[in-house]
């Protein structure tokens, strides 16, 4: 057993804040490295997964974020920063079918968080699923205590998102 890994089995908590220190610091190599045994040796602990798959995509390797991301929602589906990278890779990562998937196992486990349902509107719109954003935008809304019409003129107002997106969450909550 090397000295790192010796390491770690004993003081796995201890690993984790060495390993989000080197990822905070672009450190991507030690992180990595530190990451990697975690995932091994504690593989209940959604930290390492999602570390792994944070050390991925900043070394842009979107694919190996996506093969490694899903054990940290499997280990702890109620696990909201990994929602939130699976989201963002979807928006601006162009893998939005793959972030959907997970997000709607997201939104079994998790139903009254409003973030997996406020990503998966803007997913289901930049992939014209116009009933699934339909419905979304409904249970959104009741979820923020308004209706979907409410909703839609939130994201209207969003300046991050294209006039095609803004038109289709429109189109679907009823304008």
Not at 16 to 32: F, G, I, N, P, T
Not at 147 to 166: T, W
Request: aromatic share 6%.
């Amino acid at each position: 057993m090397s000295e790192l890994s010796s390491v770690i089995a004993n003081d796995i908590d201890g690993a984790l804040v060495r390993a989000k220190r080197h990822l905070e610091a672009e450190e991507l190599a030690e992180a990595e490295a530190l990451f990697s045994v975690i995932s091994e040796r504690r593989p209940k602990r959604w930290e390492g997964h999602l570390g792994m798959a944070q050390v991925h995509l900043l070394n842009g390797r979107i694919s190996a974020c996506l093969k490694v991301l899903p054990q940290a929602m499997q280990v702890a589906p109620d696990c909201l920063p990994a929602y939130q990278l699976m989201a963002r890779l979807g928006i601006d990562g162009g893998v939005s079918d793959a972030a959907l998937e997970w997000l709607e196992f997201g939104a079994q486990h998790m139903p009254s968080e409003p973030l997996i349902f406020e990503w998966m509107v803007t997913l289901y719109a930049m992939e014209n699923r116009l009933e699934d954003l339909s419905n979304c935008l409904d249970y959104y809304g009741r979820l923020r205590g308004m209706s979907a019409g409410e909703v839609a003129m939130i994201y209207a107002r969003a300046p991050e998102l294209s006039e095609d997106i803004r038109g289709r969450i429109a189109q679907a909550a009823g304008f």
